[in-house]
């Protein structure tokens, strides 16, 4: 707890504003009372973490680097100051000196949209849910100049504009001029022997600096704070004063150019030579500057790397930094002085991987030819990785090249991520249980077969002080009536709640709050993009980022199915409904940004039926956020999980929505299987096919034609695609469904769409009794505790990293 009176956060705000900004509080604009309110906030974190890491150093205990691409953090002020139970204090300081509310201030803030979906949101969650439990945690990423992107739909079709987060996003970061490392790329590697052994020199390499910048992350009253240390690239060289005194202005500055492209944008597209290069530089910047810092505060604290398992947990977050295992045998072996087999022990007990997808083409692979040419050295290493691996497994398998072939990390001049990091780690994690299980019998079978201990699961969270607490104080104010606010730091306390399932005034009270939580997006849609939401109608939502195996499209032609008996019939007695999506396609991923372009279409086709659009509304949410996000799953009242089943790991917005009351229309894909364990069957809505029955029907060969034509709704969905909407037509998509090459409707969607019409059907008729409903949203909210990311850090501390709480 950080006592802080609302004097003692005037004097400090007014402190800021003095110093940084040359104002008094009433000269003062919001955007600087804003900076100087987030630098009192650092401070604090700053103080916490300096008194955390020295406990932290005086009992010599283990800490967790957490290695991603991405951290999909959203907005950090409000985060921060819960965590820090300091928002009363600051709130009443702002509205009595400032003329402000934290409110206000939280507008201001920017989304540090360093991230892309739930990969980057989980690594979040999990930075406050170890800062929470005190665990000793430090994440790893790069600080990219700027994110994602922003969207903008320009007659239905996704554009992306520069998503500027630093102006208003930076003054949370602070510079460690301390911590800065070289990172080589390019040049050539010679190899010669000494009386000391075998020596490496990297010679006309280029040369790039890696820099430091901390951000903290706090947790909910604990001790500890997570840092979060983000790299940016620049060049090392002094400035070229003679190129430029010459007028060679563009000549002068092209190194630094070169250097700052690495961290200057998140994903950049990789459909081409250049753009793979860039990503694969920013993925070795990352591990190279992370696996440095390591190495030198272990020999600062130890001495000897020989500890470094017993002090330190490396994990890799999906695949983009699996380079940290070359990159640590290079600095063992080339900088410390390790032989091989000692390196490598070293590494394989410091490093586990959580695996995050069963796609192929989201496995990476990287073009030998990019790797040598790109990271010489670190070529070399995989190299002698795979010959002792591949030699080891002959061994095991003698004459089984296909095996050995599918294990090996070079394949057909490619080179495997997963491999890599399935041989080198110690531990391997699926993120739900029938994942776990999907990847031991599909894309690392030949691996379960040899090393079946190394694999396990560890199924994901969601920051629920974030998702719960933060989003929905209105709810949070109902269980703290009913149950006490236990929950706030043991989600588990959640269940209690179940015993008021059969309460009416509670179940009264909880249709209320989802009502008012559906004003308060109104509001925000309409501020926003100007759409008006009938808050009386069911708010049905998909919002996740925009894949065809998310079946985004599935939603749209049950959505078209209404439409269309709505016009043959205007006066049909049915629930009215809005269709809400939010959703992001890759700038590369033309079928994607169709599938947005329908939508759209549809939305504003739907729009010009006035009797029809009272009944059915469909909203498409531009630019989808997590603060954005924070507003919507409140008020979501359905939930659509409805990936084909097989294809999602594990899902965490799913968690997020039942958390907050939705109830979920899903697949048995990834965690829902585990939702519907907790809360029970009656209290969410399943349907379509099974991982087995998608396998078996793949196997007898699909054929999506039949389900058309033995379905006459799917017929006339197909025939209103090809007619079109709002003056475009989708016979792409249609063909897609019916005839597309290599296979049409490869996710099935056809197969499930009778499933998917019949189920909300059943979800409708549950809607019509409000008492009913409340208590399946109640019997939601109760067990949703399971998945809090709370619960996630303490399996991956005890089972995978050996961590323990500092207290």
């Known amino acids: 707890m950080n006592n802080i009176t609302e004097k003692e956060a005037i004097g400090l705000i007014r402190s800021k504003l003095s110093k940084y900004f040359g104002v008094t509080p009433k000269e003062a604009s919001k955007e600087q009372i804003y900076k100087a309110v987030v630098m009192c906030v650092r401070d604090i974190l700053l103080e916490k973490r300096s008194a955390f890491n020295k406990k932290y150093r005086d009992k010599g205990g283990k800490r967790v680097y957490y290695l991603c691409m991405e951290f999909l953090l959203g907005q950090s002020l409000k985060n921060n100051t819960y965590n820090l139970s300091i ?96 990172v080589k790329f390019d040049g050539h590697i010679k190899e010669y022997w000494t009386e000391n052994g075998l020596k490496i020199d990297h010679f006309d390499a280029k040369e790039v600096e890696a820099v430091a910048y901390d951000m903290m992350i706090s947790g909910k009253d604990s001790e500890a704070v997570s840092v979060l240390r983000l790299w940016k690239a620049q060049n090392i060289r002094d400035f070229d004063m003679k190129t430029f005194s010459q007028g060679d202005y563009i000549r002068s500055m092209q190194e630094d150019n070169e250097a700052d492209l690495i961290s200057k944008v998140l994903y950049p597209s990789d459909n081409h030579f250049e753009g793979k290069s860039l990503r694969l530089k920013q993925q070795y910047l990352l591990v190279s500057a992370a696996l440095q810092d390591i190495v030198q505060d272990h020999v600062k604290r130890y001495g000897s790397l020989d500890s470094l398992p017993e002090k330190a947990a490396i994990h890799i977050n999906d695949t983009h930094p699996a380079l940290c295992i070359p990159e640590l045998m290079r600095i063992l072996m080339d900088e410390k002085g390790y032989n091989w087999d000692d390196a490598w022990n070293i590494v394989t007990r410091t490093v586990a991987y959580t695996n995050h997808t069963v796609m192929s083409e989201a496995l990476e692979k990287w073009s030998e030819d990019l790797i040598a040419r790109r990271l010489p050295r670190i070529y070399m290493i995989l190299k002698e990785i795979n010959q002792r691996f591949c030699a080891e497994m002959w061994d095991k398998f ?33 993120v739900s249980a029938l994942h776990s299980e999907i990847i031991k019998n599909s894309i690392f079978k030949d691996f379960n077969d040899v090393y079946p201990h190394k694999f396990t699961n560890v199924t994901n969270g969601i920051a629920h002080r974030r998702w719960l607490c933060q989003s929905n104080p209105e709810l949070c104010s109902l269980l703290n009536d009913c149950i006490g606010d236990g929950y706030v730091t043991d989600a588990a306390k959640l269940i209690d709640f179940l015993k008021y399932e059969n309460d009416k005034t509670v179940l009264k009270k909880l249709n209320e709050i989802k009502y008012q939580k559906k004003l308060q997006f109104c509001d925000f849609a309409k501020k926003k993009q100007g759409y008006e939401i009938n808050p009386d109608s069911l708010f049905d939502v998909q919002a996740k980022r925009l894949h065809e195996y998310k079946r985004q499209l599935l939603n749209a032609l049950y959505i078209i199915s209404l439409y269309n008996d709505l016009k043959e019939n205007p006066d049909l007695p049915v629930e ?96 829902n299987v585990e939702m519907k364990q907790a809360c029970g069957d009656d209290n969410i809505f399943i349907f379509g096919l099974t991982t087995e029955e998608v396998d078996r029907l793949w196997k007898q060969g699909y054929n999506s034609s039949v389900y058309y034509a033995n379905n006459k709704k799917l017929e006339k969905v197909i025939s209103a695609l090809n007619h079109g909407f709002n003056g475009q037509s989708f016979a792409d998509i249609a063909n897609y469904l019916l005839t597309g090459s290599p296979i049409a409707d490869p996710y099935m969607c056809l197969a499930d769409f009778g499933a998917f019409c019949d189920v909300h059907k059943k979800a409708d008729d549950v809607y019509t009794d409000k008492i009913l409903w409340a208590k399946k949203s109640l019997n939601n909210i109760a067990t949703a505790g399971i998945f809090a990311s709370d619960r996630s850090i303490r399996e991956y501390a005890d089972r995978i990293w050996g961590l323990k709480r500092i207290n």
């Open 398 to 430: 003698p004459g089984d090249w296909d095996k050995i072939d599918r294990m090996s990390i070079f394949s057909h001049s490619q080179i495997k991520m997963a491999n890599l990091s399935v041989v080198a780690s110690h531990t391997v994690n699926g």
């Open 87 to 182: 928002q009363d204090s600051f709130n009443a300081a702002l509205k009595k000196e400032f003329d402000c509310s934290l409110e206000e201030l939280y507008e201001i803030e920017p989304d540090a949209g360093l991230g892309n979906g739930g990969l980057g949101r989980l690594a979040a969650c999990f930075m406050d849910a170890l800062a929470s439990q005190n665990y000793p945690a430090m994440g790893y990423s790069i600080r990219y100049e700027y994110g994602l992107f922003k969207q903008k739909i320009v007659d239905g079709w996704q554009m992306e504009l520069p998503d500027i987060w630093l102006p208003g996003g930076e003054v949370w970061l602070t510079q460690r001029h301390d911590k800065t490392f070289k």
């Open 576 to 671: 009215p409904k809005t269709f809400i999506f939010g959703a992001k396609a890759a700038p590369g991923y033309y079928f994607a940004k169709q599938i947005i372009k329908l939508i759209c279409c549809l939305s504003e086709d739907i729009r010009k039926n006035p009797k029809i659009n009272k009944k059915l509304n469909v909203i498409y949410m531009e630019d989808y956020c997590v603060s954005m996000a924070e507003k919507l799953m409140p008020a979501t009242e359905i939930s659509e999980q409805i990936s084909q089943a097989g294809k999602e790991a594990s899902g965490t917005g799913n968690m997020k929505f039942m958390i907050n009351g939705a109830l979920t229309i899903g697949t048995l894909d990834g965690a």
